[in-house]
DNA sequence: GTGACCACCTGGCCGC
DNA sequence: TGCGGCCAGGTGGTCA
């Protein structure tokens, strides 16, 4: 699925592909996929409008469009295309932004997880999914006092608790997974029994193996390809995510596939006890 | 306030 | 080969 590394991939990619351009219409083929909107409002105040820049906060695309701002949540297996004209619609292909150069850019999403919010530009820290967003682990305001403030009164397992993206936003199960590991922290483990220096480690390894997925263009897996032909290599980089049966490049015990909280979760039992 | 559970949705996989 | 059932999972809503 898309966490913070893959959005950031397809932020950078489409930057390339769609700044100033003009839109001429939009087909919305799935309803519910815009949610603050009704489709009418939702075309009305974008037709006619140029793309002026994409942002990114933890996993959510924001195309900035002359005043508005429209949210993308790509969720599980959201992709964005950029198309011309006359290609024919594949099914999955359930919003379709028409530009004035015959070029298009379409939004397709197997699962029909993914969310479109629009909303005033000047709203977006104001009334907006962003404003209930946790840091992101470059953000130097996660340190381990916020950490422990956010997780000492916690018995959720740790691994929920970096899912919560309202405390620590971009991180996926993917992500979660690897970051967990090489903390040495068992997933399972309650979040307020964690120690100054797991909130250090959490922090130092959240940004670490983030960086390095950013700057391989993310995780190509089964359930998640980019969009445009890029294709992530942090996939070889994964030291126990998808590793089940496979030794630990540590201490060499076979890593264990569980669940937390209905969650796939990858593990050494050995190394994180 | 917290945590558990469910719905959303469909392709892939497995067993029969 | 075809069918049914299960699994995957981020987020928001509901309920205890």
């Known amino acids: 699925m898309p966490e913070l590394p893959e959005v950031e991939t397809v932020r950078r990619t489409l930057e390339n592909y769609v700044l100033n351009k003009e839109i001429r219409d939009i087909d919305i083929f799935y309803n519910k996929m815009i949610r603050n909107q009704s489709i009418e409002a939702f075309r009305n105040q974008l037709i006619g409008k140029k793309i002026d820049r ?124 690897e970051v967990l590991f090489r903390c040495n922290l068992n997933p399972n483990m309650p979040s307020n029994q964690l120690k100054k220096k797991d909130y250090d480690n959490v922090i130092l390894y959240s940004k670490q193996v983030l960086e390095k997925a950013i700057n391989l263009g993310g995780t190509t897996i089964r359930s998640y390809t980019s969009s445009l032909g890029v294709t992530g290599r942090f996939q070889n980089d994964l030291l126990v995510h998808t590793k089940v049966g496979t030794p630990c490049v540590v201490c060499g015990t076979e890593i264990l596939k569980t669940k937390v909280n209905g969650r796939g979760t990858y593990y050494c039992p050995n190394c994180q006890k």
């Not at 479109?116 to 820290?125: F, G, S, V």
Request: no cysteine; net charge neutral; charged share 30%.
């Open 54 to 177: 994409i942002e990114r906060y933890g996993k959510h695309l924001v195309f900035v469009i002359d005043e508005y701002a429209l949210i993308s949540h790509l969720r599980m297996e959201g992709k964005y295309f950029i198309k011309h004209l006359e290609e024919e619609r594949n099914k999955h292909e359930h919003v379709i932004f028409y530009f004035t150069d015959d070029s298009t850019l379409r939004y397709q999403d197997t699962r029909k997880f993914g969310t479109m919010d629009l909303i005033l530009y000047k709203d977006l820290h104001l009334n907006s999914p962003i404003v209930k967003l946790g840091y992101e682990p470059f953000n130097n305001l996660l340190d381990s006092k916020y950490l422990k403030q956010k997780l000492s009164k916690k018995t959720v397992a740790i691994k929920s608790a970096l899912l919560d993206q309202t405390i620590i936003t971009g991180l996926g199960n993917i992500y979660v997974d």
